[in-house]
């Protein structure tokens, strides 16, 4: 794998440090500049390759699985996830632990499928016990959707403990992967799922227009006529795929010449583990910056993922996150707001085409930043740090 020869954005544009859309290659914006039509063969061959390398991603029990890329945001891809492949009589434990977990919740309840749900509030990590607990005392529940990486707070949930207890509890597991697959390893032979779901702007460093689920093939065989929507049913979109090679509707034709293009880079950079060392050491790097300047992280180290990272605002009352924003943005760096109901929060991303050597000057435009404001301390409340303090070991 080696050293990933990265493609930084054309002077003036700023560095997205936020979990997509995000900063891709000048190769990869480049390869939109060609028009395809969607019935052609150059482009069925471009889905066909493109469903077969996001298969190899899951490793050697990817035989058992397809690739059903669906149009729109992420959100689309998960929505066709639940809507098709979760049967109208089924009860689903929906694993709660932030704003994505939340938004699962509140599809499930529009496509009017039963569901409980565990809710951690914003941080805490769902674990398996707690659902062993669940799924005995409920044995009408048949299957669980869990959140790899919980977007809004950053914390990294523990997938391979979770998708243990669902199985051994003979429950059937989907997983929202959407901002960890490609760079965080879900193998199918070591993790037992039935589906997952991720799309064309996160960890694999494509432009916005598609998500995808990867699914076992057994479970989209049975999934003819759960769909209450057309335009979202996976089992639609996949059976006309097979036979056709084409997208049922217009497809994002120039989204996806662009994806392949950042495949291609991603096999480059020696694939997912290439990809999740260098975005764990962009968040080892920007961590440690961030915290010789006094800034404190929501999570211990134990949770924090490799994809975004929550710090706390300072208590200093000269710091404003508007102005901090601005300051940033000033010096070439679009940061996150954060997602917290309790206290102050602001989010970086690691993810994108960004190394080290970027991750440092971040940490210097946040030193700046703080002296144009004024702040003296970049210490959160002491509130802050309590809350930290409940976080499970
Ligand atoms: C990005 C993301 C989604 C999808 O969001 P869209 O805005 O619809 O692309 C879903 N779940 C998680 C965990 C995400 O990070």
Redesign the pocket.
């Known amino acids: 794998m080696g050293q990933a020869k990265l493609d930084p954005p054309k002077l003036g544009e700023p560095y997205l440090l936020t979990?997509?859309p995000l900063t891709t290659s000048y190769a990869t914006k480049q390869a939109m500049l060609r028009d395809w039509g969607s019935w052609d063969s150059d482009f069925r061959a471009m889905t066909a390759a493109m469903r077969a390398q996001l298969l190899e991603m899951i490793g050697p029990g990817a035989d058992d699985f397809d690739c059903v890329p669906m149009q729109?945001?992420?959100?689309?891809?998960?929505e066709a996830m639940l809507g098709s492949l979760l049967p109208r009589d089924s009860k689903t434990l929906v694993l709660v632990n932030?704003?994505?977990?939340q938004?699962?919740a509140k599809t499930m309840a529009y496509l009017n499928r039963d569901h409980v749900v565990i809710d951690k509030g914003d941080y805490m990590p769902p674990r398996g016990d707690e659902v062993a607990v669940a799924l005995a005392a409920d044995t009408s529940i048949s299957h669980v959707v869990l959140?790899?990486?919980?977007?809004?707070s950053g914390i990294l949930n523990p997938v391979e403990e979770i998708a243990e207890v669902v199985h051994a509890a003979g429950r059937s597991l989907l997983i929202?992967?959407?901002?960890?697959f490609g760079a965080l390893e879900l193998q199918a032979d070591k993790v037992p799922y039935d589906a997952i779901?991720s799309?064309a702007?996160?960890c694999i460093e494509g432009v916005?227009g598609f998500?995808f689920v990867i699914a076992r093939k057994a479970m989209l065989e049975a999934s003819n006529g759960n769909a209450q929507s057309l335009s979202l049913d996976l089992f639609d979109q996949w059976a006309a795929m097979e036979k056709t090679g084409q997208w049922r509707f217009t497809p994002p034709t120039h989204v996806v010449a662009a994806f392949m293009e950042a495949l291609a880079q991603h096999r480059a950079e020696g694939g997912v583990a290439g990809r999740g060392v260098r975005y764990a050491n962009n968040r080892d790097v920007m961590v440690a910056g961030m915290r010789d300047l006094g800034f404190e992280t929501l999570l211990k180290d134990r949770w924090l993922s490799p994809?975004?990272v929550t710090f706390f605002c300072p208590t200093d009352p000269a710091f404003d996150f508007t102005r901090f924003y601005d300051a940033m943005k000033s010096r070439g760096f679009i940061i996150y707001p954060g997602k917290l109901t309790v206290v102050d929060s602001f989010r970086i991303g690691c993810i994108g085409q960004m190394d080290e050597a970027v991750m440092r000057d971040v940490v210097a435009a946040a030193r700046e930043s703080l002296t144009e404001m004024g702040v003296a301390s970049a210490a959160p409340p002491a509130a802050a740090l309590e809350e930290r303090a409940r976080l499970a070991a």
């Open positions: 979990p997509g729109g945001s992420g959100t689309f891809a998960v932030g704003a994505y977990g938004r699962i959140v790899h990486c919980e977007t809004s929202d992967s959407m901002s960890a779901v799309s702007n996160k916005p998500g994809i975004i």
